[in-house]
């Protein structure tokens, strides 16, 4: 307790990194605000059966995603998942496309370039998701919407709809720069905090929610409440040793002279990670499996084909994301790992893996490597993804599920261990003890979105 307070004080003792906590509290503070700011027109207390549809299903998960705002039909209510879902489709396209391929090679101006087509990109998203929120708004819960925004059109649209459709496309590209002001001069990275943000506040719902099922239910009583508390904390130590794990791969480095003095000849570790894609792998796959609710108009009438994809406890609907996990864990661990890169790199500094000849076959040795490796990490992976719909077959709540594992709980362990990784990294470099007694905190590869 002693060493917690100390280091409390430690970092509110360092000038710049008090603004930066401080800064992004603020931040985060008016994002909390806009996803209880209702769209023009909405009547709250008609939104009882809106708010009910959307605790079920894949719905539900978008409402985790946006903190709530989405079953609040807040003007903040498709988040940033169209952020996300953009992001996905132009890192896919530096993959095949020879201009984006380009752009990505080009450094800082390349980098910008790529990101102004990312909220372009974003803009189209949300022209095709905004209709979509907005028609099952007018159609399956009218009662909830002013008469007269309904009554009165423009250009052939209802005030609402035209109303609604500015203010959706409008406030998602607020946030995303929202979370940008939090990358450039708050803690962590913007986008990666905003979702957990907006996961972490339907957390206190969603324990209440089970509590109360428990008791009311007499499904356990509070015994098998404790135990669930238990056993998700045992998910969420297995959560860290998966986003910390590493295989260390000896690197010896040649002896130079310098002057008189003798240089290298030393023992040294190439650390590579278990799961270097982080959380990436889950957020892709989530959102392409978001996509059939682009063609869905009435979510709760659907059936057949359609309605696989839209339950996430629906065994069809966990098999496809399993299998999208394992295959988006390889592909953004081959975009984000060169092991090229790597050897050309151990090259130049006079270091060599042992029993291994260096240029290509030291590459090729850490491929190898790279590709053991991330199968059992992808795997794993994936078993967290799918657990909360496992844990749904023994009578847990819908929305205590969704943080029993899967994309949820991932994202809180990522994005909280690198936001203390950055915190220690300010209080190493001030000469203050870091977080923990052992070692440093080992954070994720990038953010939520590869930022």
Same mark, same amino acid.
């Given at each position: 307790?002693?060493?917690?307070?100390?280091?409390?004080?430690?970092? %509110?003792?360092?000038?710049?990194? $008090?603004?930066?906590? #401080?800064?992004?509290?603020?931040?985060?503070?008016?994002?909390?605000?806009?996803?209880?700011?209702?769209?023009?027109?909405?009547?709250?207390?008609?939104?009882?059966? %809106?708010?009910?549809?959307?605790?079920? !299903?894949?719905?539900?998960?978008?409402?985790?995603?946006?903190?709530? /705002?989405?079953?609040?039909?807040?003007?903040?209510?498709?988040?940033?998942? =169209?952020?996300? &879902?953009?992001?996905?489709?132009?890192?896919?396209?530096?993959?095949?496309?020879?201009?984006?391929? $380009?752009? *990505?090679?080009?450094?800082?101006?390349?980098?910008?370039?790529?990101? *102004?087509?990312?909220?372009?990109?974003?803009?189209?998203?949300?022209?095709? *998701?905004?209709?979509?929120?907005? /028609?099952?708004?007018?159609?399956?819960?009218?009662?909830?919407?002013? =008469?007269?925004?309904?009554?009165?059109?423009?250009?052939?649209?209802?005030?609402?709809?035209?109303?609604?459709?500015?203010?959706?496309?409008?406030?998602?590209?607020?946030?995303?720069?929202?979370?940008?002001?939090?990358?450039?001069? !708050?803690?962590?990275?913007?986008? &990666?905090?905003?979702?957990?943000?907006?996961?972490?506040?339907?957390?206190?719902?969603?324990?209440?929610?089970?509590?109360?099922?428990?008791?009311?239910?007499?499904?356990?009583?509070?015994?098998?409440?404790?135990?669930?508390?238990?056993?998700?904390?045992?998910?969420?130590?297995?959560?860290?040793?998966?986003?910390?794990?590493?295989? $260390?791969?000896?690197?010896?480095?040649?002896?130079?002279?310098?002057?008189?003095?003798?240089?290298? !000849?030393?023992?040294?570790?190439?650390?590579?990670?278990?799961?270097?894609?982080?959380?990436?792998?889950?957020?892709?796959?989530? /959102?392409?499996?978001?996509?059939?609710?682009?063609?869905?108009?009435?979510?709760?009438?659907?059936?057949?084909?359609? &309605?696989?994809?839209?339950?996430?406890?629906?065994? !069809?609907?966990?098999?496809?994301?399993?299998?999208?996990?394992? #295959?988006?864990?390889?592909?953004?661990?081959?975009?984000?790992?060169?092991?090229?890169?790597?050897?050309?790199?151990?090259?130049?500094?006079?270091?060599?893996?042992?029993?291994?000849?260096?240029?290509?076959?030291?590459?090729?040795?850490?491929?190898?490597?790279?590709? $053991?490796?991330?199968?059992?990490?992808?795997?794993?992976?994936?078993?967290?993804?799918?657990?909360?719909?496992?844990?749904?077959?023994?009578?847990?709540?819908?929305?205590?599920?969704?943080?029993?594992?899967?994309?949820?709980?991932?994202?809180?362990?990522?994005?909280?261990?690198?936001?203390?990784?950055?915190?220690? &990294?300010?209080?190493?470099?001030?000469?203050?003890?870091?977080?923990?007694?052992?070692?440093?905190?080992?954070?994720?590869?990038?953010?939520?979105?590869?930022?």
């Amino acid at each position: 307790m002693k060493r917690f307070i100390e280091t409390i004080q430690n970092i %509110f003792r360092i000038e710049d990194l $008090r603004k930066r906590i #401080l800064y992004t509290l603020f931040i985060i503070l008016i994002y909390r605000f806009g996803a209880h700011v209702v769209l023009p027109g909405i009547n709250p207390g008609g939104l009882a059966a %809106f708010t009910k549809s959307t605790q079920e !299903g894949i719905l539900g998960m978008l409402d985790l995603f946006s903190g709530g /705002a989405f079953s609040n039909a807040s003007i903040f209510a498709l988040g940033i998942m =169209p952020y996300i &879902s953009a992001s996905i489709v132009v890192q896919l396209l530096t993959l095949v496309v020879p201009y984006f391929q $380009r752009l *990505q090679k080009e450094g800082e101006s390349g980098r910008k370039k790529i990101n *102004q087509i990312t909220r372009y990109l974003t803009v189209i998203v949300l022209a095709i *998701q905004s209709p979509a929120y907005i /028609a099952n708004l007018v159609n399956q819960f009218p009662q909830a919407i002013a =008469p007269f925004m309904l009554q009165h059109h423009i250009l052939g649209f209802t005030a609402f709809s035209v109303c609604a459709f500015i203010l959706l496309i409008a406030s998602t590209l607020f946030i995303m720069w929202l979370g940008e002001r939090i990358t450039d001069n !708050g803690i962590g990275n913007g986008i &990666s905090m905003i979702i957990m943000i907006g996961i972490i506040a339907r957390f206190p719902y969603a324990i209440k929610a089970e509590f109360v099922a428990r008791i009311t239910e007499m499904n356990g009583g509070p015994i098998v409440f404790i135990v669930e508390l238990v056993l998700m904390m045992v998910i969420i130590a297995l959560c860290i040793l998966l986003v910390q794990g590493t295989r $260390r791969i000896p690197v010896q480095y040649a002896k130079r002279i310098v002057g008189n003095k003798q240089y290298g !000849g030393v023992r040294n570790y190439l650390p590579l990670k278990v799961n270097a894609a982080g959380v990436m792998p889950i957020i892709f796959a989530q /959102a392409i499996m978001f996509l059939p609710l682009m063609f869905v108009r009435n979510v709760q009438t659907t059936s057949g084909f359609w &309605s696989s994809f839209i339950d996430y406890n629906r065994a !069809g609907y966990n098999i496809v994301f399993f299998i999208l996990i394992i #295959l988006f864990t390889y592909f953004y661990t081959a975009i984000t790992i060169n092991p090229q890169q790597i050897a050309e790199d151990l090259k130049k500094n006079g270091g060599f893996i042992p029993g291994i000849k260096p240029g290509k076959q030291t590459a090729d040795f850490i491929d190898n490597v790279m590709s $053991r490796i991330t199968l059992p990490g992808s795997i794993f992976l994936g078993i967290v993804a799918v657990l909360p719909a496992i844990v749904r077959m023994f009578g847990v709540n819908q929305q205590f599920a969704q943080f029993f594992g899967g994309t949820s709980l991932l994202i809180m362990v990522g994005v909280v261990l690198d936001t203390l990784q950055q915190i220690e &990294s300010h209080l190493l470099m001030r000469h203050y003890d870091g977080l923990t007694k052992s070692g440093r905190i080992k954070g994720r590869t990038g953010g939520v979105y590869g930022g």
